[in-house]
């Protein structure tokens, strides 16, 4: 019986030239050499003679496939230790046995699950010419049918796990759903939250919530993403300085929390409505992030969350959690906010999702195979004038009524704090 020690030497001293003919290059160099050291775990629990093993791969010529000497439970064991996407899809491209392999045992998808456990409410996965060749499906066997289906859950699979890393950071952000109370709409709602700015047409822009005598009471935004598959790195809030008020006073809250969800029924465009009647209890909640404290600070209070969070439906939900401050004309707590963003991967047009009620599940549907790349946050300006038309058309109302002599404007006021160029209030976007 060979030892530990006497079988890592071994597998160190193989030929350089053996190695590089079958494996090619260092990076699978290093994972082979991984395989023995999975090999000596699995010796005594799955009854493996190392030493056999080890002549055999010695014997072996670089026209024979190696997995044809391991257990299938070993080879898995070997394969699933690749994390990168590249790695697999490279694997699958050795040999039609390996890649017979990979299909077979779903190794993209288990990749998938593992970044993001959370995939485990995928019910099947669309292509776009999915269902147009239904004819063609007429007269075939079963285990054709299926496997066109493994084929497709790896091509799915192997675009999304590679959208993960690849795909550009954008501002996910593209409309306001709703507030939980607002004080004075429509001048102070939720949709002014989407402007970075703090001032637009000479007059205050925020969101207002309505005033409490008890600074614990909560607030709430909702927000809707670009896309129906977004994975969120980081979110900002700006709270509202009021510098038309004594003491330019700070409207934040005491801590903030967020969610990431779906809607259970499609969201219809609050244009127009009061968007304070969207109860919680129309959306499902499947992430939420710790609290964040907050600082009473004029300026984007950027939180990153622990990990990546991959939200399927679309939907940000910012929860403000206590007040700090209170306004002297009547003494109540208010919570005021300029401005929200979140920052992230955008899987839109590459991937949708359908959900299917009440279960919560979904359909994976890939929608192109193509990669957003740089020029995707070159469009952003353009998306976000287009999100935020009804805004800008409620300030051009708001210049006619002043013209009018119907408005009190109050002037505009910048000390040497505030004004700061919007350059600084701009995440740094990074892969």
Same mark, same amino acid.
């Given at each position: 019986? *060979?030892?530990?020690?006497?079988?890592?030497? +071994?597998?160190?001293?193989?030929? /350089?030239?053996? *190695?590089?003919?079958?494996?090619?290059?260092?990076?699978?160099?290093?994972?082979?050499?991984?395989?023995?050291?999975?090999?000596?775990?699995?010796? =005594?629990?799955?009854? *493996?003679?190392?030493?056999?093993?080890?002549?055999?791969?010695?014997?072996? $010529?670089?026209?024979?496939?190696?997995?044809?000497?391991?257990?299938?439970?070993?080879?898995?064991?070997?394969?699933?230790?690749?994390?990168?996407?590249?790695?697999?899809?490279? +694997?699958?491209?050795?040999?039609?046995?390996?890649?017979?392999?990979?299909?077979?045992?779903?190794?993209?998808?288990?990749?998938?699950?593992?970044?993001?456990?959370?995939?485990?409410? =995928?019910?099947? =996965?669309?292509?776009?010419?999915? %269902?147009?060749?239904?004819?063609?499906?007429?007269?075939?066997?079963?285990?054709?049918?299926?496997?066109?289906? +493994? $084929?497709? $859950?790896?091509?799915?699979?192997?675009?999304? !796990?590679?959208?993960?890393?690849?795909? /550009?950071?954008?501002?996910?952000?593209?409309?306001?759903?709703?507030?939980?109370?607002?004080?004075?709409?429509? +001048?102070?709602?939720? #949709?002014?939250?989407?402007?970075?700015?703090?001032? *637009? !047409?000479?007059?205050?822009?925020?969101?207002?919530?309505?005033?409490?005598?008890?600074?614990?009471?909560?607030?709430?935004? &909702?927000?809707?993403?670009?896309?129906?598959?977004?994975?969120?790195?980081?979110?900002?809030?700006?709270?509202?300085?009021?510098?038309?008020?004594?003491?330019?006073?700070?409207?934040?809250?005491?801590?903030?929390?967020?969610?990431? %969800?779906?809607?259970?029924?499609?969201?219809?465009?609050?244009?127009?409505?009061?968007?304070?009647?969207?109860?919680?209890?129309?959306? =499902?909640?499947?992430?939420?992030?710790?609290?964040?404290?907050?600082? @009473?600070?004029? #300026?984007?209070?950027?939180?990153?969350?622990?990990?990546?969070?991959?939200? &399927?439906?679309?939907?940000?939900?910012?929860?403000?959690?206590?007040?700090? @401050?209170?306004?002297?004309?009547?003494?109540?707590?208010?919570?005021? &906010?300029?401005?929200?963003?979140?920052?992230?991967?955008?899987?839109?047009?590459?991937?949708?999702?359908?959900? &299917?009620?009440?279960?919560?599940?979904?359909?994976?549907?890939?929608?192109?195979?193509?990669?957003?790349?740089?020029?995707?946050?070159?469009?952003?300006?353009?998306?976000?004038?287009?999100?935020?038309?009804?805004?800008?058309?409620?300030?051009?109302?708001?210049?006619?009524?002043?013209?009018?002599?119907?408005?009190?404007?109050?002037?505009?006021?910048?000390?040497?704090?505030?004004?700061?160029?919007?350059?600084?209030?701009?995440?740094?976007?990074?892969?």
């Amino acid at each position: 019986m *060979v030892s530990s020690s006497s079988s890592l030497s +071994l597998s160190l001293s193989l030929s /350089p030239l053996w *190695v590089w003919s079958f494996v090619g290059n260092w990076a699978l160099f290093r994972w082979f050499k991984k395989c023995f050291y999975i090999l000596v775990r699995f010796r =005594v629990s799955r009854r *493996v003679k190392f030493d056999n093993c080890v002549g055999q791969f010695l014997q072996m $010529e670089t026209s024979v496939d190696f997995l044809n000497y391991l257990d299938r439970d070993v080879s898995l064991k070997i394969f699933t230790r690749l994390e990168d996407p590249a790695d697999l899809v490279r +694997l699958s491209s050795v040999s039609r046995s390996w890649r017979h392999f990979v299909v077979a045992n779903g190794l993209s998808k288990q990749l998938c699950l593992r970044m993001f456990p959370c995939l485990d409410r =995928v019910v099947c =996965v669309t292509e776009p010419n999915c %269902g147009q060749n239904k004819s063609l499906e007429v007269g075939c066997s079963s285990k054709f049918m299926e496997w066109e289906n +493994l $084929e497709r $859950e790896h091509r799915v699979y192997s675009f999304l !796990a590679r959208g993960f890393s690849s795909f /550009p950071l954008t501002e996910c952000v593209s409309d306001a759903i709703s507030a939980s109370s607002t004080d004075n709409y429509p +001048l102070e709602s939720i #949709r002014n939250t989407l402007e970075p700015r703090d001032i *637009v !047409a000479r007059r205050a822009s925020y969101w207002s919530s309505k005033g409490q005598s008890n600074p614990a009471v909560p607030e709430t935004l &909702i927000y809707k993403l670009d896309s129906d598959i977004c994975v969120i790195t980081e979110i900002g809030v700006h709270p509202f300085r009021a510098y038309f008020q004594l003491g330019y006073p700070i409207y934040s809250a005491k801590a903030v929390r967020f969610r990431l %969800g779906h809607a259970k029924v499609p969201v219809q465009d609050p244009v127009g409505e009061r968007p304070d009647c969207c109860p919680d209890d129309n959306f =499902v909640w499947t992430y939420t992030s710790p609290e964040f404290p907050m600082a @009473q600070e004029n #300026r984007l209070q950027r939180f990153e969350l622990p990990e990546p969070a991959l939200c &399927i439906g679309g939907i940000l939900q910012v929860e403000l959690l206590g007040r700090v @401050q209170r306004q002297d004309i009547d003494g109540l707590f208010y919570i005021c &906010i300029c401005h929200v963003r979140a920052v992230g991967r955008s899987f839109w047009p590459a991937f949708s999702a359908e959900i &299917i009620e009440p279960s919560g599940k979904f359909v994976l549907k890939a929608q192109a195979y193509t990669h957003p790349g740089p020029s995707l946050p070159e469009e952003e300006p353009c998306r976000l004038q287009e999100a935020s038309l009804p805004r800008l058309a409620g300030n051009l109302e708001q210049i006619v009524n002043m013209l009018r002599g119907q408005v009190v404007m109050v002037e505009e006021f910048r000390d040497g704090e505030n004004d700061e160029s919007d350059e600084d209030d701009e995440f740094e976007f990074a892969d």
